[in-house]
Nanobody
Framework: QLQLVESGGGLVQAGGSLRLSCAAS????????MGWFRQAPGKEREFVAA????????SYADSVKGRFTISRDNGKNTVYLQMNSLKPEDTAVYFC???????????????????????WGQGTQVTVSS
C-alpha cells in the first residue's frame, strides 16, 4: 500500500515562507496526479494544488495562485508545496494525497475533487501569525 507522510509545517509570521514535503513509500501503481489539501479550524477540507505524475502540469486554488508552488521529484518519491507570502488565513492542517480513482462528478476536473484521492497523509500543521 502507498503511504504518504507530510513534514515541514510550523509557526511563521505573516509574509513568511514554508516548504512542505510529502514522502511516499510503497509501490505507486498508477501515474495519476498528487495534490495538497488543507483544513482550517471550523471549515471543510479544501483543494490547494495538484500536479501530474510527470510534473508538467499543475493546478491551484484561486486563493493560493501566485503564492504557492507545487512540485515533485519522482526520483526521491517526494512532492513539495512551497508556500510564500503566507497569510493568517492560510493557517490549517495541510494534507498530501494521491489520486487512486478519478471522480468526474464536477465537470471532469477530477484532480480537484477529494473523492478522486484514495491515499492520504496524516497532515502537518501550518500556523501563520500576525
Amino acid at each position: 500500500q502507498l503511504q504518504l507522510v507530510e513534514s515541514g509545517g510550523g509557526l511563521v509570521q505573516a509574509g513568511g515562507s514554508l516548504r512542505l514535503s510529502c514522502a511516499a513509500s510503497g509501490r505507486i501503481i498508477n501515474r495519476y496526479p498528487m495534490g495538497w489539501f488543507r483544513q482550517a479550524p471550523g471549515k471543510e477540507r479544501e483543494f490547494v494544488a495538484a500536479i501530474t505524475w510527470s510534473g508538467s502540469e499543475t493546478s491551484y486554488a484561486d486563493s493560493v495562485k501566485g503564492r504557492f508552488t507545487i512540485s515533485r521529484d519522482n526520483g526521491k518519491n517526494t512532492v513539495y508545496l512551497q508556500m510564500n507570502s503566507l497569510k493568517p488565513e492560510d493557517t490549517a492542517v495541510y494534507f498530501c494525497a494521491a489520486v487512486s480513482r478519478p471522480d468526474y462528478s464536477d465537470s471532469g476536473t477530477y484532480y480537484r475533487n477529494q473523492a478522486s484521492y484514495g491515499y492520504w497523509g496524516q497532515g502537518t500543521q501550518v500556523t501563520v501569525s500576525s
